[in-house]
Nanobody, 118 residues
Framework: QVQLVESGGGVVQAGGSLRLSCAVS????????VGWHRQAPGEQRESVAS?????????ADSVKGRFTISRDAAKNKNTVYLQMNSLLPDDTAVYYC??????????WGPGTQVTVSS
């Protein structure tokens, strides 16, 4: 079992920045990939960025050069971050953190709202 809790969402003006955090607890040693996804009203959920247990990262084309995914795997602190710069109104969405385990089981956090005003 893995538990994920997102934080750091809010309202920001276009061009601004936010840093989202995903606190990971539970059987974190079995995690293969942690990713950030987002879902705007009326849209399908889409992948934004991901980081593997080996540290490899991947980004959606729409956020490359603006968003950075990273992790803090220090003892007793397992957190994945999404630094979002140069935000656009199109980045407005609920952002979700998810973890995929080595056995392919997938867990999701409840999400955090990001609103970018023009």
């Amino acid at each position: 079992q893995v538990q994920l809790v997102e934080s750091g969402g809010g309202v920001v003006q276009a061009g601004g920045s936010l840093r989202l955090s995903c606190a990971v607890s539970g059987s974190s040693v079995s995690i293969n990939v942690v990713g950030w996804h987002r879902q705007a009203p009326g849209e399908q959920r889409e992948s934004v960025a991901s980081i593997t247990r080996g540290g490899s990262t991947n980004y959606a084309d729409s956020v490359k050069g603006r968003f950075t995914i990273s992790r803090d795997a220090a003892k007793n602190k397992n957190t994945v971050y999404l630094q979002m710069n140069s935000l656009l109104p199109d980045d407005t969405a609920v952002y979700y953190c998810n973890a995929r385990l080595l056995n392919s089981a997938t867990y999701w956090g409840p999400g955090t709202q990001v609103t970018v005003s023009s």
